[in-house]
T-cell receptor
């Protein structure tokens, strides 16, 4: 069964540094998402992306965050200047559409640790 | 605002016992409801979904869930738990904003299974 793949599985970065989290969505999917889960807290929506533009973003997704689909397969989340509170598990998800019978498929996540 | 409540943070059951995980949602329209499972170090795997029609939905791994509109609930059940079911379980509601789905998750219920 096709999978969403995320790399790296664990990223350790110094505070203030830029970090790029990478995702390869399922190949025929058109809608892409990033979520995050701070340790011990619930999974939170960050951003959705369709047709090469952001379709919705949460209040968490401030100017430090950006997303990009640089080619036909990758979908990236960039944090420009990381803060301690950015430490979390980041999940990428994709779906073929937003219709009711097309749920989101998640990757295994990237654990981001900010020192 | 849409929200999902999972009242039980931790549940412990014996192997072979039945299981019910509770989920209550707040959503203005007919909700799209999901249960995901997260094993340690893994991503979120879809167990089952409800969009419309039969209020009792069957999922993978022997799980089922029942949508009860009058109670705003979508509880997950399994008649006989296996040790491999130990994981964290997340209930989510699909929020359609501007035509694009985002998932709003509950805080999760961590399931432990005693032999």
């Amino acid at each position: 069964e096709p999978e969403v793949t995320q790399t790296p599985s664990h990223q350790v970065t110094q505070m203030g540094q830029e970090v790029i989290l990478r995702c390869v969505p399922i190949s025929n999917h058109l809608y892409f998402y990033w979520y995050r889960q701070i340790l011990g807290q619930k999974v939170e929506f960050l951003v959705s992306f369709y047709n090469n533009e952001i379709s919705e973003k949460s209040e968490i997704f401030d100017d430090q965050f950006s997303v990009e689909r640089p080619d036909g397969s990758n979908f990236t989340l960039k944090i420009r200047s990381t803060k301690l509170e950015d430490s979390a598990m980041y999940f990428c998800a994709s779906s073929p559409g937003t219709a009711s019978n097309q749920p989101q498929h998640f990757g295994d996540g990237t654990r981001l640790s900010i020192l | 605002a849409q929200s999902v409540t999972q009242p039980d943070i931790h549940i412990t059951v014996s192997e072979g016992a039945s299981l019910e995980l509770r989920c209550n949602y707040s959503y203005g329209a007919t909700p799209y409801l999901f249960w995901y499972v997260q094993s340690p170090g893994q991503g979120l795997q879809l167990l089952l979904k409800y969009f419309s029609g039969d209020t009792l939905v069957q999922g993978i791994k022997g799980f089922e869930a029942e949508f009860k509109r009058s109670q705003s609930s979508f509880n997950l059940r399994k008649p006989s738990v296996h040790w491999s079911d130990a994981a964290e379980y997340f209930c989510a509601v699909g929020s359609r904003s501007g035509g694009y789905n985002k998932l709003i998750f509950g805080a999760g219920t961590r399931l432990a299974v005693h032999p």
